[in-house]
Nanobody
Framework: QVQLVESGGGLVQPGGSLRLSCVSS????????MAWYRQAPGKQRELVAR???????NYLDSVKGRFTISRDNPENTVYLQMNSLKPEDTAVYYC?????????WGQGTQVTVSS
């Protein structure tokens, strides 16, 4: 059974930082592209950051320079370091593992940026 479990979300003030973690089980994480998506109320889910099996990363334009995705394959974990957070970053953040036709999702973690 494949599971992706996110953690690290919460309430933070504008300008603050959070680090999200996603621990996977039931898959060999190192052979999957891993990604973070987010979905704000009333909006479509969007890709925030993605890291390939060789470590190449790409980002949503609005988070470039503020967010960093990384992976720890032996620990089956992917991280999203989020700095200089803005109210518009408020959303539920989802972890995703993708390989060919296989596509797995976590349950999401809420990130709220507010003063």
């Amino acid at each position: 059974q494949v599971q992706l479990v996110e953690s690290g979300g919460g309430l933070v003030q504008p300008g603050g930082s959070l680090r999200l973690s996603c621990v996977s089980s039931g898959i060999i994480t190192r052979i999957y592209a891993m990604a973070w998506y987010r979905q704000a109320p009333g909006k479509q889910r969007e890709l925030v950051a993605r890291i390939t099996t060789d470590g190449s990363a790409n980002y949503l334009d609005s988070v470039k320079g503020r967010f960093t995705i990384s992976r720890d394959n032996p620990e089956n974990t992917v991280y999203l370091q989020m700095n200089s957070l803005k109210p518009e970053d408020t959303a539920v953040y989802y972890c995703n593992a993708q390989r060919a036709y296989l596509d797995f999702w976590g349950q999401g973690t809420q990130v709220t940026v507010s003063s």
